[in-house]
């Protein structure tokens, strides 16, 4: 059984913008149950800190350092060509993970229909984001993983090709990555470690990193990575928070029930006496 899209968001006015993103909204969803299984695959791709933590070795060389490694705004950089690549690079490679009744040309239609349409309401007209995704939609997560999953394979070739066999090894197994947070302990020469920076920064022009370097600890999601000498070490990180929790005494409100959107108008004169 198929379904013909045919629904043209080039015809999305106001009085018919929610119906497109309610059908926009639920292509995502679907999509986002279908590709989600090929996540599965990508081994560099840790999905929580117990993963990382599992992940982790205890020793390491004494001339290592940590290493932590974050795109650039990733969900709204990434390019139309990548994205549609990335996303036929993994369907391909694991087919089996996919129900047969979804072909390719499917999921391929439907994802560029996603991404082709991210569409927005504002001030009385109608906007289409023509590059990267919003990140807060049910099928970002997938959609970026598969994308960073891809360069990844790209980085690899380029590491064993430029460097060798080895060494490309030990980035498969040493290189985690959260969606776009990545870490890895290289125990190679400061000259090293800046080559294999160069190499990421060039796996695309749109995907680029900025990173964090130490000899001695580093944060890491909600981890610590502590290194002393050749052991390592985690505790809980804990993030700097706003600490000035005070109410000012005129931002008093008083205390009413709101029984429907008709009171904003009144909210709004009071909030702007405060």
């Known amino acids: 059984m198929y379904i013909q899209l045919q629904f043209r968001f080039d015809d999305v006015t106001e009085a018919n913008y929610e119906t497109a993103v309610i059908i926009r909204n639920c292509l995502r969803n679907f999509i986002d149950i279908i590709l989600k299984p090929l996540c599965t695959y990508i081994a560099i791709f840790i999905r929580f800190d117990i993963d990382f933590l599992s992940h982790l070795p205890k020793t390491t060389e004494t001339n290592s350092v940590l ?4 795109v650039v705004s990733l969900y709204t950089n990434i390019p139309y060509d990548l994205r549609i690549k990335a996303i036929k690079y993994w369907v391909d490679k694991h087919r089996e993970a996919i129900p047969n009744r979804f072909t390719v040309t499917f999921i391929l239609d439907s994802v560029k229909l996603i991404l082709e349409n991210n569409t927005f309401f504002f001030n ?20 970026a993983n598969s994308v960073m999953g891809y360069l990844e394979q ?13 060494f490309r ?25 800046k080559e294999f920076k160069f190499l990421l920064n060039n796996l695309h022009p749109s995907i680029q990193f900025t990173n964090e370097m130490s000899s001695t600890k580093l944060p890491f999601l909600d981890i610590m990575v ?23 005494n005129r931002a008093i409100h008083r205390i009413q029930n709101v029984t429907s959107h008709t009171s904003w108008p009144e909210e709004s004169v009071l909030l702007q006496k405060i």
């Open 67 to 70: 290493l932590s490694l974050d």
């Open 226 to 248: 502590i290194k002393k000498n050749t052991t390592i070490t985690t505790y809980i990180y804990y993030k700097q928070i706003q600490i000035n929790t005070w109410i000012l």
């Open 154 to 166: 790209k980085l690899h070739q380029e590491i064993e090709e430029r460097c060798s066999t080895e």
């Open 169 to 193: 090894t030990y980035i498969e197994k040493a290189w985690k990555r959260y969606l776009d947070d990545c870490f890895i302990i290289r125990t190679k020469s400061q000259n090293t470690v």
């Open 124 to 143: 009385g007209k109608n906007y289409i984001q023509i590059k990267g995704m919003a990140m807060g939609t049910r099928f970002a997560p997938v959609y």
